[in-house]
Every structure is written in structure tokens, then in C-alpha cells.
């Protein structure tokens, strides 16, 4: 039986940390029958992740993609067309959370590094798919946001200031250019997932027992104090929404909207 992305083609950004969302996101699509086009920075990460889907039998190519860089994302999308010949969905889930910091105290030139991935590194690759999937009419993007735009009292506590205002300006992005693009046949949706239990949850709670702030067992009973269902969602258990947004057959009406995948922590 045909899966729901079958002989379709997926770009993930930010895909090269095995049990990372961008990598799991990648794989479930690539189970669903897409052949997939995965992007990171690290050569080593990218190579690993590569290897985990063709491993599960997917089809991957991997394009090392710095989305910063205006010249890699135009490499990264020129090479998907000129590969495979079409563009169904685009996942862009490269992200950067550093510095952190208040407003008061804050390096704004610093915070541009961090817009510089989320936001423009993001928008770039919506642009640059573009044209392919209105020559197509059709397609899906998919970004991925994060559960604190929708949660501010975390941002002081946290200080993670310049990466929640960059996430919020991708969503009011995700919107606008939903309503800009929907009579093309293309899709655009927001994918917000609040904590994941791997890699990026996983260093964060070493890295403050490190530093002598907490003991792993200590936060990890913070964290789930604040979500309903008690436990930390699976990275793989998240990317299911990605399949879902990415999918045709489960999402051929959904544009211009925002799912908080979190165990119910966040709720909008």
C-alpha cells in the first residue's frame, strides 16, 4: 500500500542530529514514501543522519546547508529540482537559540545570528521553493516554531529573548504567506513543538548539572510538573504532526495554522 508521501520530494533544513526533530521529521517521510533532501551544517551530523534513513530503507540525499548563507539555501533547492524535478515540501526546522539574555542587557547585533537562521534562513528557502511548487500548484511548508511564543512568562526565566521574538516573526511569516500563496495549491503551516525528550532536551539537562544548577532528575521533575500528560513528548512522537502538515491526503485544507504538539503545556 502506497504511504501518504509517496514519489514525493521533502527538504528538511536542520536535519543532521540523529534523534533530532529534523532528522526524525525526515524519516517518517521518508517511511511514507518521500525521497528526502536533508540539510545541516555538520558534515559528520549529516553524514549519520543520512545513513539512519537509508538504513530504515529510505531515500535521502544530503546537501550540507548552512541556512544563513543565501548562496548554500539556493544550492540546497537548485540541486533538489535539478535531482529530482519537483518540490512538494519544505520543512524548515534549522534553528539557533543563542545568546540569551534580556533586552536590557542584551548584544542586539548578537541577536542577528539568531535571525539570521530562524527567520531569514527560513524565508530564504520559502522563496526559493517557490516558483517550483506554483509551476506545480501544489506543495506544503512546514515551519517549525516554538511553544514559547505562546508561553512569554517563560522568556524572562529562560532568557531565551532573541530566539522567541525570531520564532514569532516566522509565524506571523507562516500566515501571510499562506494567505499569499493558497491559490497556487500551496500549503503553509506551523509546526510548534514545546519540550522533546532528545538530543537538544537532553544536552540542556547535562549542561546544567554541569554547571552545577540542577541535577538531571531535578529538572527533568520540573519539566513534566508543567505538562498535563506527565511525560515529555517523544522527538519521533512530534514529527508525526510534520507528516500530517506534509501530507495531502491528511491536511488538503490546512493552511495559515499553528499546532502545538506538547502534552498540552502550551495551548493556543
Known amino acids: 500500500m502506497p504511504g501518504l508521501m509517496q514519489d514525493k520530494v521533502a527538504i528538511v533544513s536542520g536535519a543532521g542530529q540523529v534523534g533530532g526533530l529534523g532528522h526524525e521529521s525526515a524519516l517518517i517521510l521518508a517511511r511514507e514514501g ?3 533532501v536533508i540539510s545541516a551544517r555538520s558534515p559528520d551530523g549529516l553524514a549519520e543522519s543520512a545513513a539512519s534513513i537509508e538504513a530504515a530503507g529510505g531515500k535521502v540525499l544530503a546537501v550540507r546547508t548552512d541556512v544563513a548563507d543565501p548562496a548554500q539555501c539556493e ?3 537548485r540541486s533538489t529540482i535539478a535531482e ?3 518540490i512538494d515540501c519544505l520543512v524548515n526546522n534549522a534553528f539557533n537559540a543563542s545568546p540569551r539574555g534580556l533586552l536590557a542587557e ?3 547585533d548578537a541577536w542577528r545570528g ?3 537562521v ?5 524565508a530564504r528557502l520559502c522563496q526559493l521553493v517557490l516558483p517550483q511548487m506554483k509551476a506545480q500548484r501544489s506543495g506544503s511548508i512546514v515551519n517549525v516554531l516554538a511553544h514559547i511564543i505562546f508561553k512569554p512568562q517563560r522568556i524572562p526565566p529562560t532568557g531565551m529573548f532573541a530566539y522567541a521574538c525570531s520564532k514569532s516573526a516566522l509565524y506571523t511569516l507562516t500566515q501571510g504567506l499562506a494567505l499569499e500563496v493558497a491559490e497556487y495549491g500551496i500549503r503553509v503551516n506551523a509546526h510548534v513543538p514545546g519540550y522533546m525528550d532528545g538530543p537538544s532536551v537532553r544536552s ?4 546544567l548539572e554541569r554547571e552545577g544548577k540542577g541535577s538531571w532528575a531535578t529538572e527533568e521533575q520540573a519539566v513534566l510538573e508543567m505538562i498535563p500528560q506527565r511525560r515529555i513528548p ?3 512522537e512530534c514529527a508525526k504532526s510534520v507528516l500530517f502538515f506534509a501530507s495531502d491526503e491528511l491536511s488538503s485544507v490546512v493552511t495559515g495554522q499553528a499546532l502545538l504538539v506538547n502534552g498540552g503545556e502550551a495551548l493556543h
Do not use: C
Request: glycine share 8%; aromatic share 18%; net charge neutral.
Open 106 to 108: 542584551a548584544d542586539l
Open 34 to 36: 518521500a525521497t528526502v
Open 114 to 116: 539568531v535571525f539570521e
Open 75 to 77: 544550492r540546497l533547492v
Open 84 to 86: 529530482f524535478g519537483r
Open 118 to 122: 530562524n527567520f531569514w534562513g527560513s
Open 204 to 207: 540542556s539537562f547535562e549542561r
Open 234 to 236: 517523544t522527538t519521533a
